[in-house]
């Protein structure tokens, strides 16, 4: 009876964890991903994102916040943050295709507000070194 427990309690975790992941980035692979449109940036980035989520706070990708998903649908989420240094935003990232992301991001950012628009498209793996 003990293993039907546990088993049952790992079974739990999986989907808890799994439900962790908003809607819209079912399917999307983590990766190399080249980001287009910040602001002041005439080059894309291309970035190594483990966790697509965080690109929702895209702004505050160096600071240590929280995100709480406020709506998840199938093809875009909305994502509510606050970081531990008073920043805050709320994005909606819409998934175009499995390699395709839309990130429309605004909020406040060293006592400034900001608004933009990026795309990410996922261009390859990430390099190990």
Known sequence: MKYKIAGGLLALATVAAAAAVPKALVGVSPGLWEITGQPLRQRPAQLCIADLASLAQFEHRRSRCTRVVIRDLPTSTEIHYTCTDGG??????????????????????????????????????CQSH
């Open 88 to 125: 805050f935003g709320r994005s909606t990232i819409k998934r175009i295709t499995t390699k395709s992301l839309r990130i429309d991001t605004q909020g406040i950012s060293g006592s400034y507000p900001f608004n933009y628009v990026m795309q990410a498209r996922r261009i390859g793996e």
